[in-house]
């Protein structure tokens, strides 16, 4: 019987005279989808910023981790009592912790000392147990040595169940099936679209949709300086999200069409850009923003282009780092653009 005489619980939805309420009961119920922002007024160029962090997870990561879970228990690789491990910087940690702690599971993140504190208390609050890498492995990254602790991790009891994101295929079809079809939906004469390369799921996802479709969107991606992705040489990162220091067995780069490559100097600045404008997003973010920019400068000349851009995560997680006077001196030296107006407003310790 319904609590008020014009209410009823109709499919997940409170139905009442005003319209329709979301009611959700898992944290993957809700994931918004549809909320771009342009950037024409701070670049100079009309780029729609696709915002994917508005869900419990507050990243992108949400899509590739509930597809891989659920991939997972289909399969009957994870069962009741299994123990969830995976290799994160952070967003698919959180992700990870987010479902597991939905579903009953128990989940370990193994990560390093460049995952925001933010995020590894979250991951805690949320029950997950996390393990930091503190030494890098033998080519002087930090992917390659937290995967041998995974391994290494498995092999000692069969509870341990990894999904790897870096080689699993549901991690780019969550793309694939969500991500991309939103996009092309939205936008039906998109000319170019610019995604971020980690794990590079999303970029291959996204990839492969508008490829299948022939549809001619240029697929931009974008990649940190110091990232092994596409061969570049290695180098310090220290912004967690983009790029990797061992290539992503799930790239395949006929499917892309251009790479830029983006300064973490060049990210900062984008992020505190954006930030100057009331949209606080993350450094992932902030890289494919700075990328999508320079492109459009060189390419973009008479403003014609349709251009979306893939915002993977949102920045309280960043409060401490990118968004920190005292971590940007440690890292960048007292010299960091004194005069620039996106130091204006940081936050001092």
Known sequence: ????????????????????????????????????????SMLGHSLYLKCEGFNF???????????MVEAAERGGVLSPGSIL??????????AL??????????FVCVTDARCNLSTRRLMEALGSQVHIIAEPDVSGGFLG???????????????????????????????????????????PHLDVLFVGAGTTGTLMGCARYFRERRRPVRIVAVDSVGSVTFGGPPGRRMIPGLGTSVRPQLLDESYVDEVVNVEEAD?????????????LFGGSTGTVVSGAAQWLDHHDVQGRLTAAA????????????????NWLQDLYGTALLPDDELTAGVTPA
């Open 145 to 187: 040595a937290r995967i041998e602790y995974v391994r290494a991790l498995c092999a000692s009891d069969d509870q341990y169940v990894w999904l790897n994101q870096y080689t699993n295929p549901n991690n780019w079809k969550a793309h694939y099936r969500t991500t991309a079809p939103a996009i092309a939906r939205q936008f």
């Open 1 to 40: 019987m319904s609590c008020a005489g014009t209410d009823e619980a109709v499919g997940g939805l409170l139905q009442d005279q005003g319209g329709n309420v979301p009611v959700i009961s898992l944290p993957t119920d809700f994931n918004e989808e549809e909320l771009y922002v342009d950037l024409r």
């Open 97 to 106: 912790a987010t479902i597991a702690a939905s579903k009953g599971y128990q």
């Open 57 to 67: 997870a507050g990243s992108i990561k949400l899509k590739a981790a509930q597809e």
């Open 310 to 325: 893939i915002a993977p995560d949102l920045g309280e997680r960043y409060l401490d780092t990118v968004y920190q006077m």
């Open 85 to 94: 491990v995976e290799s994160s910087s952070g967003n698919l940690g959180v």
């Open 267 to 279: 990210t900062i600045r984008a992020c505190h850009r954006l930030a100057r404008r009331g949209f």
